[in-house]
Structure formats: structure tokens, C-alpha cells
């Protein structure tokens, strides 16, 4: 047994470490959305958002300086702020062949005789001989250091101005409206006919199963046509009833599979002692089977909750992708085509259609892990 | 009509009906069909029992055929027809070897190939890697926790905090995409990285190694759990050194489980849609079947090639199929 111990003492910091780094990669790229989606459009253009929490320096895009005019010792001043805030202004200049011309306190000489002197705190004083009324006065480009900041703009923005998120609240709705349904239904199906497929006696039930487990892998690319064409003939066309129903027998084989697998391992001597006692089939699956399945319900309905929430493809094409019916999958293909600079617009949608499944995921997460655990190992 | 109020109703119905549909069947087959009484009672409950298994499978059976079952059928049949020449004709092969020819589609199978190789692959052996660090240590399940959160992003979702880790700014900025902040940092040039071949691909499969990890953790996690502690123990005894431990006694023991995830990564991989439309619409080569497929059926309405090219993702997939029914089979028995 020294060799126990040995292989811990020297392999446990290792070991941590490792585990360290693994966790930090995997965690690494979801941060930088988070933290991106609390960052102005500016900042996050201007400086990666590992570097948020600290001061940063970055040239800004250059400011004109604009002021009333006043009456000076040899002819006319403009005083005035270039940023309001708490900036520090590090380099600044009046051209942009060289932006970082001049220290803070320095004066520069400008065409017409005209003087700039730009401080430290960006207060500014603009010296000319002449009057500058009707003339175009000069551009400052600063180099500026400011503390970190971080806003809830982007999500004001995002989620009450129409035009900049373009409608993601409108399809947070629609994503609700076609998830909650598309979860519900399937359930009760499933659970009826996992019951018979786990304790009731009939010809050609394995041979039933062995389709289930067929079916569980025939990809849902097979079905857009053929159901296209089906929903249209019967009336339906797109729309929301197509999705759920689409979404509910696309989810048949894996809730059918789960239930009945959990179904199976209930103990014989309940449900037999339940037919003794004359309950029926109906009665036993209803108030015995029903409460003890629950947990492989909840991990089913996390799966396909996370499934219907996360579906790009179904909703695609069984809903519609005009804007009205767009769901957030959709819109956010939308924005990454149309606004794929706007990185701040970008993070906070995503932060938002992320967010309902991350929280049902940490919230639920033995049962998921639960459900993963019956439908994998055998 | 507001469609959260006829989600509401839809609900409603779809459980009610459910219900409704289940408690009445039985009770008509009880009460009218084979009532458990009078001369024929005994006869009438084995008639009773034999048609109640059908009247609980009956929806699901309903909703099974009609939504996975025909549409195989009915796209084999799409695939051997042209939409195009005034109502459906039939073409035979036509559509397949108009696909065969394209080279977007060559290159689709070639890289979806590439993916079925090195996703599974990856995800499994950083599962199987995270799997083995975390079992041991005080904070293993917070940080198995964190590794398997992708899980629970969508693929748009991770599209989109993925673009962000490749964004490219030119050169002399800052760079705000961490893989060019680190580039430039070692003194090297910003790369627009989705539009590098062949490695743009690598890159969108990373993002889906990303996502898969977890499952694999989580899975193999457990298996790692369930093996014996003897024979672990046994080798420590003959004085295995820790990777001998690991790989001669610990692998071959979860080699099924290994396989099963595996396949279930592979069937993943096969139906990849998302990340591709998202990051790089399969420009660049970087097109994969399903992509290749929605770009058929959507985009140009060509059925017969797009349903052709549905076929050849059930043909890969199929496979997978016959052998997890092969595997059920042998463990109902």
C-alpha cells in the first residue's frame, strides 16, 4: 500500500492543476460572452474583454472640439471637457498620421495661429486670433486611459428598443411558446406506452422495442419534406401546431426509451400486489407507476426542454423564419449575418437565449445527469 | 390568436385529450367491449388484456410512424423523383449522381468525414481525461459541473462565443478575439481564422468538441465508478505504475461504455447543422452534408438532390442503427 500513498502525495498537485486549466479552458469562452455583454459597444471594439476589469488605455475615435466662443487676452477662447468622466489622457494629437503628437499640458500650434492645449483630465483650451465662428474646429485624437465600467445598456437596449435587437424579445416568446408545449405533450404519450412496453404481455412487444431503438437514430433532416408536405395538406401549413407535433415525435423514441428502462427496474411486487388487489392496468399505471417514474419524467423533460429551447432546424422550418415567428436560435443566425460587428448587440442576445437553459440546467442537473446515465450505459 | 394563449390550449388539449383518450378507451373496452362479468368473464379479460397494450401504444405508434417512419420512406421516394420537370418524375439515380458530381457535395462528404473523425475522437479522450482528474479530488463534481455546461448551450449560442474567441482586427489594433490576442502577444500576425483552409475547419469542430465533452465526462465519469475496486487494487499490488493502472486496467474494463458514447458523439457529428450555418454558412470550404442538405432543400428547392443527400446521412447513419438494435436485442434476451 506505500505505493498508494506515494501516487498521491506526488500526483495530487498535479492533479489540481490540471483540472484547473481544463476547467478554466472550458469556462473561458462563456465568460467572455458574459462579460462582453455588460461592456459598451466602444469597449469591447477596443480591447479584449479578459483586459475589462482593469484600466484600460485606448485611442479613441477622434472628437471634435465644440464650445461657445469667448473673448481672451489676444483674441478669442474656447475652454471646455473632451470626455466627461474619469478619463486620464495620456497622448493626444490633431491629426491621425499622429494621434500621440503632444503629452497632456503640452500646447499645440495649429494653422491661423490658432493654439490647443489639452490637459490631463481632457479640459481643453483653444486659442485663436480670429473668430472661429463659421470655421470648422480642429479634430483631437486622445489616447486615454479609464477605469473599468460596465453597463446594463446593452440589455435596456436589446430588450425595449425595437430596431437594435431587432425583435429578441419577441422571440424569447416565441421560444417559449414553442418549448413549453413541445416538452409537456410527449411526456404523457410516452409514459403510456413506455408502461406497456415495460410490464404488460403482448406479441411482437420486443420486436416494438427494437424499433424504438431504430428510430431513436434516424435523423429528424429525413423528415422536413415529407412533413412539410403533410402539415400543408392537412391545413395546417406552418405555424405552431406543426412545431410541437413535430417536436413531440421527434422526442417519442428517447422519452419511450428512457421511461421504459426506468419502468422496468420498478420493483415486480408493487404492481403485482396492486393486480391482486384488483386495480386495474389503468389504475396501477396512474397512481403507482406515474408517481415512482418521476424522476426519469424530470430527466426527460429536461432533455427535451433543452432540446426544443436550443432547435434551430425545427423551428426553421415547421415555424417560419419571417421576423414575427423567428425563434432566438434563428435570430441570432440573423444578427451574427447582419450585425456581425456589433459584438456588443451580439453577446447580450446570446447571453439572453442562453441564459433560460443554463438556469434550468444548474437547477436540474442530477436529473439530467440521471437521464444521460440511463439512455447511455448498459 | 396570441400563440402563448394557444400554447396554453394546446396544452390543455394535448394533455386533457391524452388523458381523456387513455381513461375512455379503457373504460369502453372494460365496461361495453369485455366487461370482467357475466358468462364470459374470464374469456373477456384475456380479450381485455390482449387489446390494452395497443390502446397505450397507440398514440405514441401513431406519432412514431407518421413522424420518423414514413419520412424515411417518403424521402427515399423524393430522392428518386424531379420536382423540377413539371410534377414529380421519375428520375431514377439521376439525383444522385447529379450530387456525386458537384463539388460542394464532395467536399461536404470529405469534411463531414474529417469531423467524424476528430470530434469523436477528441471529445472522447478530453471526457475520458476530465472523467479520470476529476473522480478524485474534494472539488471534482463543482468543476465536472462546469465542463458540462456547454451542454446545455445551443449550437447558435456557442456559434456566437466562438466567433468572439476567433475575431480578427487588423493589424496594429488591439485584437479582441482571444486566439489573436495570443497570437500577436508571441509577436505573430492576426489570422482571420474561419477563412484559413483546411484548419477552419478544425476550428468549427472545436466548437463542437466544446459541447460534447461534458456527455462524455459525465458517462465515463460513472463507468470509471463502477469498476471494481479489486482489480485497480490487484495492480497497485503487482506494482502497475499509474498509467498502467489507467490504460491496461481502467480502459479495457469501460471499452463498451467508451463505444457508446462514441457512437452517440458520431450520430452528433452526422446531423451537424447549426454551427456551420452560423459561422460560416460552408463557405470557405467548410460545407457538411446537413448543411449541404438545408442549402438544397431551402435555399436552391431542389428536393430530389436535397433528399438524396438526407439519404446519404441515414445511409451513414445506419450503420449506428443496426447495431444498437443488435445490442438491445441481446440484452432483452
Given amino acids: 500500500m506505500d505505493n498508494i500513498a506515494g501516487t498521491k502525495s506526488s500526483l495530487t498537485w498535479a492533479v489540481h492543476i490540471s483540472v484547473v486549466i481544463l476547467v478554466a479552458l472550458w469556462l473561458f469562452p462563456t465568460v467572455g460572452l458574459f462579460v462582453s455583454s455588460f461592456r459598451t459597444g466602444d469597449q469591447i471594439a477596443s480591447s479584449g474583454w479578459w483586459k475589462a476589469l482593469s484600466t484600460q488605455e485606448a485611442q479613441m475615435s477622434p472628437i471634435r ?23 486620464t489622457v495620456s497622448a493626444w494629437g490633431t491629426s491621425s498620421r499622429e494621434p500621440e503628437a503632444y503629452a497632456p499640458g503640452e500646447t499645440a500650434d495649429l494653422r491661423d495661429g490658432q493654439t490647443l492645449t489639452v490637459e490631463a483630465d481632457s479640459t481643453y483650451v483653444l486659442t485663436s486670433p480670429e473668430t472661429t465662428e463659421g470655421t470648422r474646429l480642429p479634430r483631437v485624437f486622445l489616447t486615454a486611459s479609464s477605469p473599468p465600467e460596465f453597463t446594463l445598456g446593452n440589455y435596456e437596449e436589446v430588450l425595449t428598443s425595437g430596431t437594435a435587437g431587432a425583435g429578441i424579445l419577441q422571440s424569447f416568446i416565441n421560444t417559449l411558446t414553442v418549448s413549453i408545449p413541445a416538452t409537456i405533450i410527449p411526456i404523457l404519450v410516452a409514459a403510456f406506452a413506455a408502461y406497456a412496453l415495460a410490464w404488460m404481455e403482448f406479441p411482437g412487444r420486443a420486436l416494438l422495442i427494437a424499433a424504438i431503438v431504430g428510430l431513436l437514430v434516424v435523423p429528424l433532416q429525413l423528415a422536413l419534406i415529407p412533413l412539410l408536405q403533410f402539415h400543408n395538406a392537412i391545413g395546417i401549413g406552418k405555424g405552431y401546431l406543426g412545431v410541437w407535433m413535430a417536436h413531440t415525435g421527434f422526442g417519442l423514441p428517447l422519452a419511450i426509451y428512457l421511461l421504459r428502462n426506468y419502468m422496468v427496474g420498478l420493483p415486480r411486487d408493487i404492481i403485482e400486489n396492486a393486480k391482486v388487489d384488483g386495480a386495474s392496468d389503468f389504475q396501477i399505471f396512474v397512481k403507482i407507476i406515474l408517481p415512482l417514474s418521476f424522476p426519469a419524467l424530470a430527466s426527460f423533460a429536461i432533455f427535451q426542454f433543452l432540446w426544443t429551447w436550443n432547435d434551430l432546424l425545427v423551428a426553421l422550418v415547421f415555424l417560419g423564419a419571417d421576423d414575427e415567428s423567428l425563434v432566438l436560435t434563428g435570430r441570432l443566425v440573423n444578427l451574427l449575418g447582419s450585425r456581425g460587428g456589433e459584438w456588443e448587440i451580439l453577446a447580450t442576445s446570446a447571453f439572453i437565449s442562453i441564459a433560460v437553459p443554463l438556469v434550468v440546467f444548474f437547477a436540474m442537473q442530477r436529473y439530467l445527469v440521471r437521464g444521460l446515465l440511463a439512455g447511455s450505459v448498459k | 390568436m396570441n400563440p402563448a394563449v394557444l400554447g396554453l390550449i394546446t396544452i390543455i388539449l394535448g394533455v386533457g385529450g391524452c388523458v381523456g383518450y387513455f381513461w375512455a378507451s379503457n373504460f369502453v373496452l372494460d365496461r361495453f367491449l369485455f366487461p370482467a362479468s357475466g358468462p364470459n368473464a374470464g374469456r373477456n379479460i384475456n380479450r381485455a388484456n390482449a387489446i390494452r397494450p395497443w390502446l397505450f401504444l397507440a398514440p405514441a405508434l401513431l406519432a412514431l410512424g407518421l413522424y420518423l417512419a414514413y419520412p424515411v420512406v417518403a424521402t427515399f421516394w423524393l430522392s428518386l423523383h424531379d420536382r423540377a420537370a413539371g410534377g414529380n418524375v421519375f428520375v431514377g439515380l439521376d439525383n444522385y449522381s447529379q450530387m456525386l458530381g458537384e463539388a460542394k457535395f464532395r467536399e461536404a462528404i470529405f469534411n463531414n468525414m474529417m469531423w467524424l473523425i476528430v470530434v469523436p475522437a477528441a471529445s472522447t479522450a478530453f471526457g475520458l481525461l476530465a472523467a479520470q482528474l476529476t473522480d478524485r479530488i474534494g472539488w471534482g463534481s463543482l468543476a465536472k459541473s462546469l465542463i458540462f455546461m456547454p451542454m446545455a448551450i445551443s449550437f447558435v449560442g456557442a456559434s456566437v462565443i466562438w466567433k468572439l474567441i476567433y475575431d480578427a482586427r487588423p493589424e496594429g489594433t488591439d485584437q479582441i478575439g482571444v486566439l489573436n490576442a495570443v497570437v500577436t502577444f508571441f509577436g505573430g500576425e492576426p489570422q482571420q481564422w474561419l477563412t484559413i483552409q483546411p484548419w477552419n475547419n478544425l476550428m468549427l469542430m472545436i466548437v463542437l468538441i466544446w459541447i460534447q465533452t461534458g456527455f462524455a465526462m459525465v458517462i465515463l465519469g460513472a463507468a470509471l465508478r463502477g469498476i471494481p475496486e479489486e482489480t485497480v487494487e490487484a495492480a497497485i499490488l503487482d506494482g502497475a505504475s499509474p498509467w498502467q493502472i489507467f490504460f491496461k486496467i481502467k480502459v479495457p474494463q469501460i471499452m463498451p461504455t467508451i463505444v457508446v458514447v462514441w457512437t452517440t458523439i458520431t450520430l452528433v457529428v452526422l446531423k451537424v447543422f447549426d454551427i456551420v ?57
Fill in chain 1, 65 to 87: 472640439v465644440a464650445g461657445e466662443e469667448a473673448p481672451g487676452a489676444d483674441g478669442f477662447l474656447i475652454e471646455g471637457t473632451l470626455v466627461q468622466g474619469d478619463t
Fill in chain 2, 277 to 333: 450555418l452560423a459561422m460560416t454558412n460552408g463557405q470557405w470550404e467548410t460545407q457538411v452534408l446537413a448543411n449541404y442538405m438545408y442549402d438544397k432543400l431551402f435555399r436552391s428547392f431542389d428536393w430530389g438532390v436535397g433528399s438524396a443527400a438526407a439519404m446519404i446521412i441515414m445511409l451513414l447513419v445506419s450503420p449506428i442503427l443496426v447495431w444498437n438494435v443488435y445490442n438491445a436485442r441481446k440484452e432483452m434476451r
